[in-house]
C-alpha cells in the first residue's frame, strides 16, 4: 500500500526558514518521481517542486526558486523540501504526491496519482 506523510509544517515569521519531510512507503523512491505542491485558500494547487527518476532532475516553481530546495534520502525512504527566506504568499497546505504514470506535469500535479495529507505552512508578516 502507497503512503506518504508530510510533517515539518507550521508557523514561521516572513524571512524564516523551515523543513517539510515526506516520509514514503509502499514503493520504491528511485523508481517513480515524486513531488511537492501546495494549495491555498481560494487558489488552484500549485506545483512547488518535483524531482524525477532517472536522472534526478528537479522542477521548482519561479516563484520559489532560489529558495526552495528538494531532496531525497533512499535510506530513509523520505522527501524533503527546505524553505527558505519564506514570505506570506507561501502559506498554504503542502502536499507530498508521487507519479506512478508514464506521463505527469509537476506544474499542476496532473497524474501524480498518490498524494499525501498534507500539512500547513504559515508564513507571518
Known amino acids: 500500500q502507497v503512503q506518504l506523510v508530510e510533517s515539518g509544517g507550521g508557523l514561521v515569521q516572513a524571512g524564516g526558514s523551515l523543513r517539510l519531510s515526506c516520509a514514503t512507503s509502499?514503493?520504491?523512491?528511485?523508481?517513480?518521481?515524486i513531488g511537492w505542491f501546495r494549495q491555498a485558500p481560494g487558489k488552484e494547487r500549485e506545483g512547488v517542486s518535483a524531482?524525477?527518476?532517472?536522472?534526478?532532475?528537479?522542477y521548482y516553481a519561479d516563484s520559489v526558486k532560489g529558495r526552495f530546495t528538494i531532496s531525497r534520502d533512499k535510506a530513509k525512504n523520505s522527501v524533503y523540501l527546505q524553505m527558505n527566506s519564506l514570505k506570506p504568499e507561501d502559506t498554504a497546505v503542502y502536499y507530498c504526491?508521487?507519479?506512478?504514470?508514464?506521463?505527469?506535469?509537476?506544474?499542476?500535479?496532473?497524474?501524480?496519482?498518490?498524494w499525501g495529507q498534507g500539512t500547513q505552512v504559515t508564513v507571518s508578516s
Open positions: 524531482i524525477s527518476t532517472d536522472d534526478g532532475s528537479t
Open positions: 504526491a508521487t507519479s506512478f504514470a508514464p506521463f505527469f506535469d509537476s506544474g499542476t500535479g496532473w497524474g501524480f496519482d498518490h
Open positions: 509502499g514503493f520504491t523512491l528511485d523508481d517513480y518521481a
